[in-house]
């Protein structure tokens, strides 16, 4: 009876020896730990970008076979530096995936005097003639990121988008009937982010996107963008942080004989939500 009792008590410590250790490495190896940075914990993040810069805009127009001038806003038609407000809004429903929307609006008006002639629109406007100007270019932007390199203080990218550009310009003058020209041109583009945090509540962004759509595709409709990010966040919790970054984006189009492009860069500031 005793050699029994004392069998059946070495065989139940050396099943606990062989499977308590398995137990554990499957209890502890299936969630290992993870202590994410401050700001990394959320599923929807929303921001606010505030800059400022100088408005390098250029836009051309045909009709009637009439080929349009290339107009400078600010040398022509006397458009002026203003703040320019862009929204930011990510959904994020898995850890290394995003879906992003972005609106940059754009509205300048201006009054001067033609101080060159130039052709928009199948219309002359000629020296000393008093013009008014009202020009939008509205940018959408739809994308998705997919961080294939994800860690609790850095993770490395790949963005895929697509950008909506909306153009209006309307000229208005005493001699001419009002004049305007409506362009739209989406452009997709691709490229990369990298983040990394130098304390967990202060991390540092860069992204680079764009893409060229070059002649030989296509006779009537060419396109180019690039757009380089490069900012800092300090995260006061992980629901609200502020942003100081430089930006500078390149954008052109041609659609048949109608053409556009801006180049805007410099600081800018701003803040995040999220939940």
Excluded: C
Aim: aromatic share 14%; charged share 15%.
């Amino acid at each position: 009876m005793t050699s029994i009792r004392t069998i059946a008590i070495g065989v139940f410590f050396l099943y606990g020896l062989l499977v308590a250790p398995s137990i554990a490495s499957a209890q502890y190896g299936a969630t290992p730990f993870r202590d994410p940075a401050t700001g990394e914990v959320y599923h929807i993040e929303g921001g606010l970008e505030l800059w400022n810069p100088p408005p390098q805009l250029q836009v051309a127009s045909e009709s009637l076979g009439i080929v349009g001038s290339t107009i400078d806003a600010a040398k022509d038609l006397g458009v002026m530096q203003q703040r320019i407000v862009e929204w930011r809004l990510v959904i994020r429903p898995g850890r290394k995936h995003k879906f992003r929307v972005n609106y940059l609006p754009m509205h300048y008006m201006a009054q001067s005097t033609v101080h060159t002639d130039f052709v928009f629109n199948g219309i002359h406007y000629g020296i000393n003639l008093p013009v008014s100007t009202d020009l939008t270019w509205n940018t959408w932007l739809l994308g998705y990121e997919y961080d294939f390199l994800y860690h609790d203080r850095w993770f490395v990218g790949f963005v895929a988008q697509v950008k909506e550009t909306d153009v209006e310009v309307k000229l208005t003058s005493p001699i001419p009937p009002p004049d305007f020209v409506v362009a739209k041109a989406p452009i997709p583009n691709l490229g990369g982010i990298v983040r990394v945090y130098v304390v967990p509540n202060i991390s540092v962004t860069g992204e680079l996107v764009g893409i060229k759509i070059p002649n030989s595709l296509s006779t009537t409709y060419r396109a180019h963008y690039v757009d380089f990010d490069l900012y800092g966040t300090v995260n006061f919790t992980n629901h609200a942080g502020v942003q100081v970054g430089y930006r500078r984006i390149d954008v052109g189009y041609l659609i048949n004989k109608d053409s556009g492009a801006f180049l805007m860069k410099g600081l800018y500031f701003g803040g995040v939500v999220r939940y």
